[in-house]
């Protein structure tokens, strides 16, 4: 063996079962109350994943009964508590939070080479106020749901009798845990950088995480304010969003958009950098036009502001305004599509494995490819007037979410995995699990973008017997995919026990997260390392021995 | 002009857009238009999807990693490529911005000549209101002419939608907006609901009826003196069914949003402030022209006012019908 241990990645020599963060404390308090990123990421992880079951329980219910034109399991008005609560967990437990408050703790310091983020602890009440925001919406829960949407318009959300407030303020909580995250990922990335690490020598990642703090700390006080304002009408009875107080429904949907347009990229753009990471590693390749990709993600942050106004071209608002935002709109489109096509030019002569990270890369490329490009259709004016409130917006927004967001997510999951917890999930099973996944996907939402364009409106609980085929379609790939995700529970779960043990670097990586042993230490680095190219993996080979990649030799010098 | 590009390729083009599986009828020329930039669209979505497909795919098993085998180091960027697959998408999108916003601004200015037909959106019931004060549940209008609708909601907001036409507009509470179109043949075209707005929002719909040359005049006097003619408990009954009260009113005892009408003539009634009282025929005027004054108790104060939408004579024989309906 001609290969040994670098001297830059102190960790990896030393003995596996060095005491990890995991074993830094026992009991429920040392992790409810701890500091440590890698501990709070564990919990968002926990707590993600279980919202996650919940919202997808709610997605099976709703598919359920949307088997038959009329009622087959339950009657309209739990129908519309339903999917509600789909869209609001989904959206505000889930796909918000997940990769950058579990993916994104438990990794940021980590590629940084640094001890923590920022503000430890302002990072545990992150955490603390995102399980306070849970507990509400399990309270509205509790009391019999909201029945409102997820997007809760008015006036019909101050209207209902249904339980609205404690579901909206759970969201309004919600959101200053998302604010604080992002506050202290800016901070981090700014002063915690390691020698080396240059603005353009950061892991894309790391870029994604930045940009989408920014929205998170821009965009989410705009969401705070609305949702308040919308209890204050409730509770209160001051006319701001009702006509029949004095208000305007429609200002609601411009406040709401504000935020909620730029919150899909709070979603997207993370996901889009665990891809940047995911297919540089398993191509055994450079990125491929890094600049390019820095600089689009922070262009989609910047451009996320200024295009809300595409949710509402049949709201009532005025041509010119349409115009406006349909242009505005187009422009996103730009830096989406360079980033695909880079993802693409990145395999390009590489040694590519499949392996399961690299599986959900493959299936967001081409999923987020459908949805990106579907959007094409819902931004020009024309025939946005016709799909817009239809199943197709439906289909497109689960394209970009689920196909996007969740694959990038389950992708950055399998990948960090043995980081996190320090085993190897079963490789096979993944594969498996992967493609029921993204078969029962397509079937389920390629049905819906047809019914959509032949007229079927969403959030419908009675439908006409013409669509009844594309709905059954539907809801058999949304059972696959629930046997799919079934199955990574099995298994994940499996491995936590009896998986093999991971070694430092099993995929590769040249990124710093993988110098430290697998789970790190509580203090993550002896000493801050120093950065060097991110994606410069051709010093890196695997050994046999250690079951993952070490540095060469010779290269060791040029590494550190 | 460019304008008319869609217009002329869609008369060209033999296969028409309508016969096309994924898109409904086209009941209009207006659709006809949409539907050929969604077919353009979705032409550039194909090639491009399947341009990314094809290298994903081919790339994966051309360069699938093999023992012995390292990555090659092509270079990790080239300025000329990624300028290439910038400026692309870029001149595609203003492409496709452009045939949307002008197809847009020929489907929203209504022509001079229009005929103008009041929608009210209510729930769960679209209401429709002829230039000679008939209410009709559906939408009656002649072939060939434009006509353009002026609508507004009673309480939440609606979505007005006709799937046909491609033609789709909130229907707001406070505010005016409208949507036009121009028919070419005469049919039936279904309505649908499109913002959310409650448990009744999926059977929110109605229907487009089209009459031929000289028919839908002939329509509108027949039913304008409908109430007159019918005797006073049917033509209740008639309004009952048509004007928003069976999609909260029951008249089988059931329960549902309101209470329902099934011997309510003549009951006792204990209000919510705890008030009792027998219904007559002042209580029942009263509960239509201002239903908020006194509640049924157990119900919630949610029912839209009625005054001005129905005349005295249509209330006298709602009153009529009641009466009949007895345990």
Known sequence: ?560 | MIHSIPAVLASLVPLRASNAFWLPEEGTAAAGQVDWLFNLILGISVFFFALIAVLTIYFLLRYRRRQGIEAGQPPTHHTWLEITWTVIPTIIVIVIFYFGFTGYMDMKIAPENALEIQVTGQKWQWLFSYPNGHVDPDLHVPVDQPVKLIMTSEDVIHGFFIPDFRQKMDVVPGRYSTVWFNVSRPGKHIIFCTQYCGRGHSDMSAWVVVHPPGEYEKWLTEVGDEISKLPPAEAGEKLYLTRGCKQCHTIDGGASTGPSFLGMFGRSETMKDGAKLTVDENYIREAIIDPQAKIVAGYQPVMPTYKGKLKDNEITVIIEYLKTLKR
């Not at chain 1, 438990?106 to 302002?122: E, I, K, Q, S």
């Not at chain 1, 995102?130 to 509400?136: D, E, K, S, T």
């Not at chain 1, 390749?285 to 200024?306: D, E, M, Q, R, T």
Request: hydrophobic share 50%.
């Open chain 1, 1 to 560: 063996m001609n290969t040994v241990s670098s001297p830059a990645t102190p960790a990896a020599a030393e003995p596996e079962h060095a005491a990890s963060y995991l074993q830094d404390g026992h009991g429920i308090k040392s992790w409810i109350m701890t500091l440590d990123h890698k501990r709070i990421g564990v919990l968002y992880l926990i707590s993600i994943l279980a919202a996650m079951f919940l919202g997808g329980l709610f997605a099976m219910l709703i598919r359920t009964e949307l088997l038959t034109p009329t009622k087959t399991v339950m009657e309209a008005e739990t129908y519309n508590r339903v999917f509600t609560l789909h869209g609001a967990i989904m959206i505000f437990l889930f796909i918000i939070p997940g990769i950058p408050a579990a993916l994104g703790n438990f990794v940021l310091p980590l590629m940084l080479g640094a001890r923590d983020v920022a503000f430890p602890r302002l990072n545990r009440l992150s955490w603390h106020l995102y399980v306070i925001g849970a507990l509400f919406a399990i309270y509205s829960l509790i009391h019999g749901g909201a029945d409102t949407g997820w997007t809760f318009y008015t006036p019909y959300s101050t209207t209902t009798t249904s339980a609205v407030v404690p579901i909206v303020f759970g969201a309004f909580i919600l959101g200053f845990s998302s604010i604080l995250t992002g506050l202290n990922f800016i901070v981090t990335i700014h002063r915690f950088r390691p020698p080396g690490m240059g603005w353009f020598r950061m892991p894309l990642f790391l870029w994604a995480l930045y940009a989408t703090a920014i929205i998170q700390v821009l965009a989410t006080p705009v969401l705070g304010i609305t949702l308040l304002l919308l209890i204050v009408e409730r509770v209160l009875g001051v006319g701001i969003f009702d006509p029949t107080l004095g208000g305007d429904p429609v200002l609601f949907q411009h406040f709401f958009w504000f935020y909620s347009h730029p919150a899909v990229y709070i979603m997207i753009l993370p996901a889009m950098g665990v891809i940047s990471e995911l297919v540089s590693t398993f191509s055994r390749k450079h990125i491929f036009g890094y600049k390019a990709i820095a600089y689009s993600s922070v262009a989609i942050a910047f451009l996320s502001f200024l295009v809300w106004g595409h949710h509402m071209f049949v709201s009532g608002q005025s041509p010119m305004a349409n115009m406006i935002f349909s242009a505005l709109t187009f422009s996103v489109a730009i830096p989406s599509a360079v980033k695909v096509f880079n993802w693409v030019a990145t395999m390009y002569k590489g040694s590519i494995k499949m392996d399961a990270p690299m599986t959900y890369t493959v299936a967001f490329i081409l999923l987020f490819g459908i949805g990106g490009l579907t959007g094409l259709f819902l931004g020009a004016l024309a025939t946005d007037v016709h799909l817009h409130d239809t199943y197709f917006v439906v289909a497109h927004f689960h394209y970009t979410m689920m196909g996007g967001v969740l694959m990038a997510f389950m992708g950055g999951l399998h990948y960090w995995w043995p980081k996190i917890f320090g085993r190897m999930y079963n490789e096979k099973l993944a594969n498996i699990a992967s493609l029921m996944i993204v078969v029962g996907f397509n079937i389920t939402f390629l049905s819906q973008f047809i019914m959509g364009s032949l007229g079927m409106p969403r959030r419908y609980y009675n439908y006409r017997p013409e669509f009844e085929s594309y709905h059954q379609w539907s809801t058999a790939g949304a059972y696959l995919q629930a046997i799919g995700f079934i199955l990574v529970a099995v298994y994940l779960i499996h491995s936590l026990r009896r998986g093999r043990l991971a070694p430092a670097n099993p995929w590769g990586s040249a990124t710093l997260e993988w110098r430290c042993a697998s789970p790190p230490p509580t203090e993550n680095f002896a000493q801050q390392p120093t950065a060097g190219d991110p994606y410069d993996l051709k010093p890196l080979v695997f050994d046999p021995k250690l079951g993952g990649f070490t540095y060469r030799a010779e290269s060791a010098e040029g590494v550190a």
